[in-house]
């Protein structure tokens, strides 16, 4: 197994992202091996510099990087060999089996889309966002950010990504599904939502329980939450925005600490041919090193696989 990091992304790296590599390196088994996708140079000096065993570790060279604020597709063409082409390259020939990064996620959206490609069937790629329950478990909400504007058919293709991921990656076995709307009673909400409501009642695939409201986020009345990314993006940061003031005022209990997007590390572009993990730009090591475990129970899962084969 092949994990690949973009050892340039992010807005501590490379030491952020290479401390990580480190903390995950302890918690893979031999034949787990992590990949450094960036300045081998740096990245060898800093490790040295930590004591660490170069040989956990394999290399691949990228002189460039993609800056945070950097529009996307014109750094992409401007910088061929940056660390997140380079990463994409080495997933598409097979010579990693994930690649994650916390770096430009607009970049990283354009390789899932462009270089790896989307899979035959699905509409729309997205990413999820954890959802931390009252009785312990997690849930997911998804899209959160990439799709702003969607169709019907789109949050339904979401409902059918988001139970795969919830199945096969966390263990929710056959997941409810809900969909994130202003009302519980069928007819509620706006357009989108009710030709959606009618997509999701009608397919016996999915385990659909509904329309959820915001209320019920965080307990335990559906496992999958669906919404567009516009709705979804708000939700995520607000989540965030409690996080924080709690933290500020040292009121976190056990229950809220599980908001503290560390302990997930990234999110997988669900919908693409392949393994692709996006962390949040200001990721620290325990942030990364979560990413990169992630991204191993992601290849142990074959989600990829799974998808391909429930869109055929």
């Not at 959206?109 to 966002?129: A, D, N």
Request: net charge negative; proline share 3%; glycine share 10%.
């Amino acid at each position: 197994m092949k994990i690949g990091l973009d050892i340039m992304g992010g807005d501590y790296a490379p030491h952020s992202t290479l401390h990580g590599a480190l903390l995950a390196s302890k918690q893979l088994s031999t034949d787990e091996k992590i990949v450094l996708i960036g300045d081998s140079n740096v990245a060898k000096e800093i490790l040295q510099q930590n004591n660490a065993e170069l040989s956990l570790f394999e290399f691949i060279h990228a002189d460039d990087q993609i800056a945070m604020n950097e529009h996307a597709t014109k750094a992409i063409r401007k910088k061929p060999n940056n660390s997140i082409s380079v990463g994409f390259e080495a997933l598409k020939n097979g010579e990693i089996d994930v690649f994650s990064s916390a770096g430009n996620s607009g970049a990283m959206l354009v390789g899932s889309m462009f270089s790896v490609g989307p899979i035959k069937g699905v509409i729309r790629p997205c990413i999820t966002s954890v959802l931390p329950k009252e009785n312990g478990s997690v849930g997911l909400i998804l899209d959160v950010g990439v799709n702003a504007d969607c169709k019907p058919d789109v949050l339904f293709q979401f409902a059918i990504l988001g139970s795969l991921f919830a199945e096969n990656v966390y263990g929710l076995k056959n997941p409810k599904v809900g969909l994130l709307n202003i009302g519980e009673e069928k007819g509620k909400g706006n357009l989108l939502t009710q030709a959606a409501f009618q997509l999701l009642e009608d397919n016996d695939d999915i385990n659909f329980i509904g329309n959820v409201e915001g209320r019920d986020l965080f307990n335990e009345k559906a496992d999958v939450i669906v919404c567009d990314g516009f709705t979804g993006n708000v939700v995520l940061k607000q989540a965030e925005s409690f996080f924080t003031i709690l933290a500020k005022r040292n009121l976190l209990d056990n229950y809220f600490k599980r908001f503290n997007y560390e302990n997930y590390g990234g999110t997988p572009v669900l919908g693409v041919s392949g393994n692709v993990l996006i962390g949040h730009g200001i990721s620290n090591d325990k942030a990364i090193k979560n990413m990169i475990l992630l991204g191993k129970d992601l290849i142990h899962s074959n989600l990829t696989k799974k998808i391909k084969t429930a869109f055929k």
